[in-house]
Structure formats: structure tokens, C-alpha cells
């Protein structure tokens, strides 16, 4: 096992996550629908407890796991989940308000992001996290980057397509869009970007104030 097996394993194995946690990944897992690990829903809740957010949209939510870890760093933002699974929404709200989340503060909104993202009030978000659509990720990042407020950060899952993106032999056309938009925003300076490489990658972007 390399090094960096290891730790992951070493991180993954102490995370702690609730009954409720463990219930909607199991459900998850049961749908085939694949949840973040326990490591990146730990960090996203970091992330969202550090930089304090109070404004959260979460992209392609599932029944929540991602969700629920979010809520967990900042347990009275309002997260915006959109999910074009109904479906799906109501059991990731069941979930959160089992969690404790006031109901005033889930929007839960199903349908397509590319209907709904445009109508989001511009800079009005702390937090912008895309799920795997990888088909659609450079449309949904535009959209992100006119959401997100300055000094905040939009987080892509998945964003490595799992271990493609740094195969060179992968030249599928998501694959090769991927690296083409990776390489576009390192030279934005008006964007931080970071690659942490666990869970088939998490690009992390935050504009800068
Ligand atoms: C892999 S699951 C979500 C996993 C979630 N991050 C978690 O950890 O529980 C992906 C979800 O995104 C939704 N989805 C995929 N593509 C979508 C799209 N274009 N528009 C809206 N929802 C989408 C699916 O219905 C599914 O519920």
C-alpha cells in the first residue's frame, strides 16, 4: 500500500460520522448513488466552518450526504440543493431536519442546473459546491463563479474524474475538458485554485476578494 494509501485509509477510519450520517450513505449506496467519502465530507465541513458560510448551494445533492456534512460545519447556513431527482431531495431533507436543520433554512429545488443556476441572485453565495456532473461542469462553474461572493469558494467533486484526468493515455472529450479548464483558471488571477487529489479529486476555487 502507498503512502498516501495509507493515510487516507488512516484519516478515513477515524471519522465519525452520526447514525444519520451512516443511514443516508447506506441509502445512497443502495440507489447507486456514489456519496462523497467520509475524509472529503469531513474537509467540506471544515471548509465550511472556517470560512464561516452562511449561504450554501449544493449541486446535484442525492439523498445528502454531502449535504449533511456541510450542515455539519455550518449548522445554521441556508443550503440551496438542487437535484433533478425530487426523489432524492426529499430524502436528503428528511435527513438534515433529522439532523436538526430548521426548515426556513433548506431550499430544497428540484430540476436542471442549467435552468435554475441563471435565476440565483448574483455574488449571493458563500459556498458553491458542484456535484459530478462532469458533462456539465464548465457551464455549471460559469454559473458558480457568478454566484459565489468575493472570498468565497466553489468546491467540484469528483473533479479528477476519478484517476483519468492524470492518465494521459484518457483523451475522452470530458477528460480532455477537464485538464483544459484546470489549465484555464490557473492563470485567472483573480482565482486560488487547489487540487487535493483523494475521492476522484476535489478542485477548489475561491475568488478572491
Ligand atoms: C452521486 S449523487 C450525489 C452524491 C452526493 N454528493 C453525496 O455525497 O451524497 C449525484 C446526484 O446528482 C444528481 N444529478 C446528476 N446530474 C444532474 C443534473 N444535470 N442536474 C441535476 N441533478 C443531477 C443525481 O440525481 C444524483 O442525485
Redesign the pocket.
Known amino acids: 500500500m502507498s503512502e498516501l494509501d495509507r493515510n487516507a485509509r488512516f484519516i478515513e477510519e477515524r471519522i465519525d460520522e452520526s447514525d444519520i450520517q451512516r443511514d443516508?450513505?447506506q441509502h445512497?449506496l443502495e440507489l447507486g448513488?456514489?456519496?462523497?467519502s467520509a475524509a472529503t465530507?469531513a474537509h467540506l465541513a471544515f471548509l465550511a466552518a472556517a470560512s464561516g458560510a452562511r449561504t450554501i448551494i449544493?449541486?446535484?445533492?442525492?439523498?445528502?450526504?454531502?449535504?449533511l456534512w456541510l450542515r455539519r460545519g455550518a449548522p445554521t447556513a441556508t443550503l440551496t440543493a438542487?437535484?433533478?431527482?425530487p426523489e432524492?431531495l426529499a430524502l436528503?431533507k428528511r435527513s438534515l431536519l433529522s439532523q436538526g436543520a430548521r426548515p426556513a433554512t433548506l431550499r430544497m429545488i428540484p430540476?436542471?442546473?442549467?435552468d435554475l443556476l441563471p435565476r440565483m441572485t448574483e455574488a449571493g453565495y458563500d459556498l458553491v459546491?458542484l456535484?459530478?456532473?462532469l458533462?456539465?461542469v464548465a457551464a455549471h462553474l460559469q454559473h458558480a463563479l457568478r454566484l459565489v461572493r468575493p472570498g468565497g469558494t466553489i468546491v467540484v467533486?469528483n473533479a479528477l474524474n476519478g484517476g483519468r484526468v492524470s492518465d494521459p493515455a484518457r483523451r475522452d472529450p470530458i477528460t480532455s475538458g477537464i485538464r483544459a479548464l484546470l489549465r484555464e483558471f490557473e492563470l485567472q488571477p483573480d482565482l486560488a485554485l487547489s487540487v487535493l487529489p483523494g475521492d476522484g479529486g476535489l478542485l477548489q476555487i475561491t475568488k478572491r476578494a
Open positions: 443516508a450513505r445512497a448513488l456514489r456519496p462523497v465530507g449544493e449541486v446535484g445533492t442525492g439523498v445528502g450526504v454531502t449535504s438542487i437535484d433533478d431527482e432524492h436528503a430540476g436542471r442546473p442549467a459546491v456535484g459530478d456532473d458533462a456539465h467533486l
